[in-house]
RNA sequence: GGGGGUAUAGCUCAGAUGGAUAGAGCAACGGCCUUCUAAGCCGUAGGUCUCAGGUUCGAACCCUGAUACCCUCACCA
């Protein structure tokens, strides 16, 4: 945005998501472009700065005000600006007031304290927003107009193995990202690169080939990985000649060996209907076609370290092919290498992961690849986007970004295991979360049938755990703790859930009487007011999500947002309020909740419409 | 030893580009149901934002140093 220019409506506009635009140097309210308060106020007070000081591509700074009495939104970017020009702020504040263009989304503007500028919005301009939303003449959320390719790499669990609590917070952080991504209107390619490739294969493949052809008995067997794992283990290190014979099935899998192939193909499908089970139960949206296992780049990876060497990066250390790279240092501050060939060969985790940065980059054409991906891997990841880049696999232009996320702890603050020292199955802490919840809903509502009490407890007692993990920073560990997560009060996910039913029962009692799709919106309180704002900004947080990839802030809002809707509550009757005004209040609670559903489906949780 | 991270109320956590008096929930104490779901709402109390310097009109946030804990550093993923 440079200058005192606006857009012209319909021009090219290089700042996203812009609700308003002028024709004719009047500001009116853009239909084809994404409703953004805090952008469009941006927009206005740069434009005002631009026009008072010459200066172009000013930071107007425009946050959320912390107190009403300084406003719904305020600009902080004057201080700055005077300082540069060493000049007065609170002068130069009042002359952008003054320069601000007629509009009609501020109300008023008042400079205070050392330079800011509170600024309140017109209630009109509000009312008549909440009620082109509720009249489904515009989305809240509509496409960002510069769309882009975005690969998602996350869950990615290891099929050797059963889900555990370890594969949780990248699996549902990764589907939140990609739903958000989506709804904003971004090209999303979801990638599930499970492990099902490497030498514990050989291990299991030579377990099962000697429990016989009997496949009914295999299938059995296979119903508890976990104890079918730990069996093939056990052997492996015990038994004489065992691990001799795993290693030679790691060798005629990797050599193409079709019975072993097969029963390695059959272990697979067993693994993975097992991750499809806990996906559904999840809610989680990765299908069949979203795989792309590790041994998909197994031809690729002779490929990728010939592409290295002819790029002249390849070094060979202690019968090693590595990559040494400047900015990365080892212990003592010796040089530190990504290995992409074993002294034996055999190619790693990194080879693997540059093959499929090769392939996201050049087959899939991203413009953005995220990796929700625990945090202690991020050495891991800096060392091989630094190598892609170097080696060209991917676009200069290309965004390579590690979404970390920390680890889920006990109330002991170590990570989380059962008293014996297991690892948690996920499939046993989900069904644990669904009894919880199960208990908690009988007490609370024992007049319910038990088919609907069920029904309340797998919505409750999935969302609990989604809704504790999501509402977190994701990058800090956090302790796992139950009784605060299916807690009533608090952000959490049983409170979110009551907020939807008691708003849900409104819009049933009220029946026909009211046409949300046909009232208009109207503020006579306070709380109507702050209820339309903290609606209004739902775009605004959505975009943050999409652009920064933190959850927990879509659940901050929907948290504010259920808050700001029960203060409306008690205190603005909407049954018992009269024609108009009962037609406004149930026109806004219905707009609150299409809002909470649409967020909270955000972030893959189901809601319900009685409680 | 190198690199990275964390440190905010008794507990569990928020705090998006530095903004005005640092916020929630739990636990504690006190109010509000003949009134749209009390699984709710309102209020009281609780803080030298680990410590010491620095930058600035302004710092929980940026810089330097210290302390504590966590992660990571060659053929696992």
Known sequence: MSGRELYQHGDYCPTRNIGWCTIHGILIFGTHIMFNIKHSLELLVSAAIAEATGLSDCNANVIYSSRPEFGDYQANGIMAIAKQL???????????????????????????????????????????????????????????????????????????????????????????????????????????????????????????????????????????????????????DLEPGFADLARSYVVKLQGGDRDCLSAWQKFIDESLGHCEDIYELLGVTLSKDDLRPESFYNNELANIVNALREADMLTASEGAQCVFLEEFKGKEGSPLPAIVQKSDGGYLYATTDLAALRYRGKNLAAQRVLYVVDARQSLHFQQVFAIARKAGFVPGACSLEHIAYGTMMGEDGKPFKTRSGDTVKLRE????????????????????????????????????????????NRTSDYVFDWSTMLSFDGNTAPYMLYAYARIKSILRRQGEGVHPERSEVRITAVEERNLIIKILQFPEVVDVVASECYPNYLCAYLYELAGIFMRFYEACPVLKAESDLRASRVTLVSLTAATLKQGLGLLGLETLEQM
């Open 86 to 236: 060493k000049s007065n702020p609170r002068e130069l504040a009042v002359r952008v007031v003054s320069a601000l263009q007629s509009n009609d989304l501020i109300a008023d503007a008042q400079v205070a304290g050392p330079g800011f500028i509170n600024l309140f919005l017109n209630d009109v301009t509000l009312a008549t927003a909440a009620t082109r939303f509720a009249h489904g003449e515009q989305n809240l959320l509509d496409a960002v107009d510069h769309p882009q390719r975005i690969v998602v790499d996350y869950s990615g669990p290891n099929l050797a193995k059963e889900m555990h609590v370890g594969h949780l917070r990248g699996t549902i952080i990764g589907d939140c990202i990609v739903r958000v991504l989506e709804v904003v209107g971004h090209d999303v390619i979801r990638q599930n690169h499970v492990g099902d490739w490497g030498t514990q294969f050989g291990m299991l493949i030579a377990h099962m080939e000697s429990l016989g052809e009997n496949s009914a008995k295999v299938h059995t067997q296979l119903a508890d990985l976990e104890t079918f794992y730990r069996e093939a283990k056990s052997r492996f």
């Open 429 to 472: 802490l989900l069904d644990e979360s669904v009894r919880r919840a199960h208990d908690i809903v009988s007490a609370k509502s024992p007049e319910l049938s038990p088919e609907h009490r069920e029904q309340i407890s797998n919505v409750v007692g999935i969302a609990a755990v989604k809704y504790a993990d999501l509402s977190k």
